[in-house]
């Protein structure tokens, strides 16, 4: 598997609507996506971590470069105070 940790910086009084974005995924049937995760932390409620995994890094990359997940990436973007802070790389476990 292959994916990437976000680091977020919600804008205040947004993160209700980030969660909303964020179902959205769930729903969509993204090709080779396997799960995605959104933690809050305890220490700023404004600080959120994504992790979301694909099958490989090709689909990881197909998704990428997807005109459409730019677009759902512009809706989180308009919900953040600041850019992501992304992380790449191999999933090398993951247990359910």
């Not at 990359?61 to 990436?73: D, L, S, T, V």
């Not at 809706?75 to 359910?96: E, F």
């Amino acid at each position: 598997m292959y994916g990437t940790i976000a680091k977020l910086n919600v804008a205040p009084g947004k993160l209700d609507e980030l969660l909303e974005v964020m179902k959205q995924y769930d729903r969509l049937g993204i090709p080779g996506m396997r799960w995605s995760h959104l933690y809050q932390s305890d220490d700023d409620p404004n600080v959120c971590w994504l992790a979301v995994a694909f099958d490989n890094r090709a689909s990881y990359r197909a998704n990428a470069e997807n005109p459409e997940q730019n677009a759902r990436y512009q809706a989180m973007r308009a919900l953040l105070a600041a850019d992501p802070q992304w992380h790449d790389g191999v999933v090398l476990q993951s247990i359910a």
